[in-house]
C-alpha cells in the first residue's frame, strides 16, 4: 500500500464549507433570515469558486478528470451491485456525475432564493420599480383617495399600489415554493451521496469521509 495526494487544500476547504453552509441553511431557514441570507451568498460564493477550480485547479480537481460516458457510469453502478467496483484514485463515474447534480442543483436553488428575495425588493435580483414604491411608503403618507391598507411592515398602499403588492407577493410565493423544491431535491441527493461515499468506502476497503479531511487515500 502507498499514500497518494489526492485532493488539494482548496476542495478539503470547499466540501466541509459546503456542508457546514447547508446545514446552516436549513437551520435558518424558518427563523433566522438574515443569517439564511448572508450564508447564501456565501455558498454562491462557493459555488462559483468551485467551477473556476474546476478548470485551473488540481489533475483530481478538474472537471475533465472525473467526466465520463453514460456507459462507464452505469458500469460503475453494475459494478457495486456486484460487490467488485471498479477503483478510481479521484472521484469513481458515479462520484463525478453527482458532483455536477449537486452543482447544478445548488446554482438553481441560490437562484430561487434570489428570486424570492428580489420579489421582496431585496438582494442583487430585485425587482426596482416595486422596491422604489415600497421605499416611497415607507417615507410618507399618501392622499387617500381610495381606501389604504398597511402590509405587515406598516406601509400604506391605494388601491393601485396595492395590485403591485400583491402581485410582489405572489411572485415571492412562487419563487419560494420553487425554492423549497429544489431543497428538498438537494436533501434527497445528499443521501444519495453519503450512502454511496459509505459503500463505496466499504467495497474499496477506504476511509473516503477521512481521505476528503487529509486529501490522501492509500492504493495498491
Avoid: C
Wanted: glycine share 8%.
Amino acid at each position: 500500500m502507498k499514500t497518494v495526494k489526492v485532493w488539494d487544500i482548496f476542495i478539503r476547504v470547499f466540501h466541509w464549507s459546503l456542508v457546514a453552509s447547508i446545514i446552516t441553511q436549513l437551520i435558518t431557514a424558518e427563523s433566522l433570515k438574515k443569517v439564511h441570507v448572508n450564508v447564501g451568498y456565501f455558498i454562491i460564493i462557493l459555488l462559483l469558486s468551485r467551477i473556476v477550480w474546476g478548470f485551473i485547479g488540481s489533475k483530481h480537481a478538474r472537471f475533465t478528470d472525473f467526466i465520463y460516458p453514460p456507459h462507464e457510469i452505469f458500469g460503475y453502478l453494475k459494478g457495486l451491485l456486484k460487490r467488485n467496483p471498479k477503483h478510481y484514485i479521484g472521484h469513481n463515474p458515479a462520484g463525478g456525475a453527482m458532483v455536477f447534480t449537486l452543482l447544478f442543483f445548488l446554482l438553481l436553488t441560490t437562484t430561487a432564493g434570489l428570486k424570492t428575495l428580489g420579489a421582496e425588493g431585496k438582494g442583487p435580483l430585485a425587482d426596482l420599480p416595486i422596491s422604489i414604491v415600497n421605499e416611497a411608503h415607507a417615507d410618507e403618507d399618501r392622499d387617500n383617495s381610495h381606501a389604504d391598507q398597511e402590509d405587515h411592515d406598516g406601509r400604506k398602499y391605494n388601491r393601485e399600489d396595492r395590485d403591485e403588492h400583491d402581485e410582489a407577493e405572489k411572485k415571492e410565493h412562487f419563487w419560494k415554493e420553487i425554492h423549497e423544491f429544489f431543497v428538498g431535491v438537494i436533501i434527497f441527493l445528499i443521501v444519495i451521496h453519503i450512502s454511496g461515499v459509505i459503500v463505496s468506502s466499504y467495497l474499496h476497503k477506504e476511509n473516503l469521509i477521512w481521505a476528503m479531511f487529509s486529501g490522501e487515500k492509500k492504493i495498491k
